[in-house]
Nanobody
């Protein structure tokens, strides 16, 4: 499975960005899709995930501000990020988990700064 993430960039505090990740290869509809992030000097951390039935799970730090969605027909997963804060600055990685294996995208940088 190959993952291609896009949509990162520079945004002011309070602004919004939408990240998108497209998967290719042998995709199973049961896959769990998610987003993680890694800030400078910190470990990679969980942000959000979405199951095949549409159930979602969010880190406490982004609840109410971020929204994850998926399109199984297109094999994509999006992350809508609103009310961005400087502490959201990080490289964001999309994740695809299926049949006991993790797959990762290349990462896209999100910088929240005035």
């Amino acid at each position: 499975v190959q993952l291609q993430a896009s949509g990162g960039g520079l945004v002011q505090p309070g602004g919004s960005l939408r990240l998108s990740c497209a998967a290719s290869g042998t995709i199973f509809s049961s896959a769990i899709k998610g987003w993680y992030r890694q800030a400078p000097g910190k470990q990679r951390e969980f942000v959000a995930r979405i199951f095949n039935n549409g159930a979602t799970d969010y880190a406490d730090s982004v609840k109410g501000r971020f929204s994850i969605s998926r399109n199984n027909a297109k094999n994509t997963v999006d992350l809508q990020m609103n009310s961005l804060k400087p502490e959201d600055t990080a490289v964001y990685y999309c994740n695809h988990f299926q049949r006991g294996r993790d797959f990762w995208g290349q990462g896209t940088l999100v910088t929240v700064s005035s």
